[in-house]
């Protein structure tokens, strides 16, 4: 499942209407899912992302897309994905 989700970020990073990703992040295990969604989110708010935003439906996955494009934000993404996929196995 690891596999599936990092090649799904990958995917995300390289075309840019892909949800892959979001599929991925959402099959996970409820807990699994929301810490990684609740660390994704304190990353795009410390980008500049506005809080409501994320709550409205869309919203993170829309943040995600702008903000993604910023290499700095980027990494950080990856990163915890990674190490929250490195933790849970």
């Known amino acids: 499942m690891v596999g ?3 090649g799904s970020i990958v995917g995300y990073y390289r075309a840019d209407d892909y949800d892959g990703a979001v599929k991925a992040v959402a099959a996970l295990p409820d807990s699994q899912r929301d810490a990684l ?3 994704v ?3 795009l708010v410390s980008a500049g992302a506005a809080a409501n935003m994320l709550a409205a439906q869309g919203g993170l996955l ?3 897309e702008e903000f993604a494009k910023q290499p700095a934000v980027r990494d ?3 990163s915890a ?3 929250g996929a490195t933790l849970r196995n």
């Open 62 to 64: 829309t943040a995600l």
């Open 81 to 83: 994905v990674v190490q």
């Open 37 to 39: 969604v609740t660390e």
């Open 76 to 78: 950080q993404v990856w």
């Open 4 to 6: 599936g989700i990092v």
């Open 41 to 43: 989110g304190e990353i």
